[in-house]
């Protein structure tokens, strides 16, 4: 065991740095803590910013197929519209024809919805991988107790 050691009772992690602890000054024990816990830092933010643009792109793609739905909306006014006029104007024949796609157009905008709906619910907003990180950094601070 005394590969992963650098000192006595000191582990050393990975890219960590031999320290001999005996003859440092507690300025220079201090300056290298301060400087791990600074690493550990930007670590932890660069995971938090990962793990919040996957969940952005989710939100971004969830909020097309809702513009998608609103989209399709407008469409099945629109197309209600003429179908009412054409309707009214021709008494049945090109009328129905404006109506079926009109419903056809209703039927997408809510297969739209209920996909960006769904989307949406999977969200997950908060980085689960960063704060089970954040977890560990108090257990990690503390001072390890050698097994006999």
């Known amino acids: 065991m005394t590969d992963s050691m650098t000192g006595p009772g ?6 960590a740095h031999p320290v001999d602890v005996e003859n440092s000054s507690v300025g220079e024990l201090l300056g290298n803590v301060t400087q791990d816990l600074m690493t ?11 793990e919040l643009k996957v969940e952005a792109k989710k939100a971004g793609k969830a909020t097309g197929m809702l513009g998608g739905a609103g989209f399709a909306g407008y469409m099945v006014l629109l197309f209600l519209s003429f179908a009412l006029w054409w309707a009214l104007a021709n ?12 419903v056809l157009w ?8 209920a996909a960006g709906r769904g989307a949406l619910r999977n969200l ?20 390890h107790q050698e097994m006999s």
Not at 10 to 15: F, S, V
Not at 95 to 102: E, T
């Open 91 to 102: 008494v049945m024949d090109q009328g129905w024809a404006a109506l079926i796609v009109a």
């Open 106 to 113: 209703a039927m997408v905008g809510a297969g739209l919805y």
């Open 10 to 15: 000191i582990p050393a992690g990975p890219g």
């Open 40 to 50: 550990l830092l930007r670590q932890e933010i660069a995971l938090a910013k990962a």
């Open 124 to 143: 997950n907003p908060t980085p689960e991988r960063t704060i089970e990180t954040v977890k560990q950094v108090p257990h990690a601070l503390k001072p």
